[in-house]
């Protein structure tokens, strides 16, 4: 059966209010105290996965370097928020592995937000989404 342009749009309309409700989940989880933290980083910093929600803030060029308390079975995010006056750069420890075997860019515009997700599979590594541009 061959949807209508209605209710294509009306799908189009839950689709983003799903996204809308699931990106506020998110920000309750990063500010509750057993969610994470609010993790800003410098240079590079090092997310403990016995918190495994974090919000980082990129003050400066920054590494996501490898974690401590990795748990194989975990999942979890870290909220990227690009800087307000210049854009900065991320890079990512070996641990965080990505499908195209390359890591993504972070979004580039002005207080832009990225996501990513990731699900740890072994003690040294976690498949990673990473989801640009979410605001």
């Known amino acids: ?20 409700e699931w990106f506020r989940l998110i920000d309750e989880l990063v500010t509750d105290a057993n969610g994470g933290g609010l993790f800003t980083l410098d240079v590079t910093g090092t997310v403990d996965l016995s918190k495994r929600n974090w919000a980082l803030e ?10 401590t308390n990795a748990k194989v ?11 307000d006056t210049s854009a900065k750069t991320l890079a990512f420890g070996t641990f965080w592995q990505f499908a195209s075997g390359t890591p ?15 699900h740890v599979i072994a003690t040294d590594a976690a498949a990673c989404t990473y989801i640009k541009g979410v605001s």
């Open 1 to 20: 059966m061959v949807a209508s342009v209605s209710q294509r749009v009306a799908l189009v309309d839950k689709l983003g209010l799903i996204t809308r």
């Open 58 to 67: 990129l003050t400066a060029n920054a590494t996501i370097a490898n974690p």
């Open 73 to 83: 079975g975990q999942t979890g995010f870290i909220r990227i928020t690009q800087n």
């Open 104 to 118: 993504p860019t972070v979004s580039a515009g002005l207080s832009a937000i990225d996501v990513l997700v990731y």
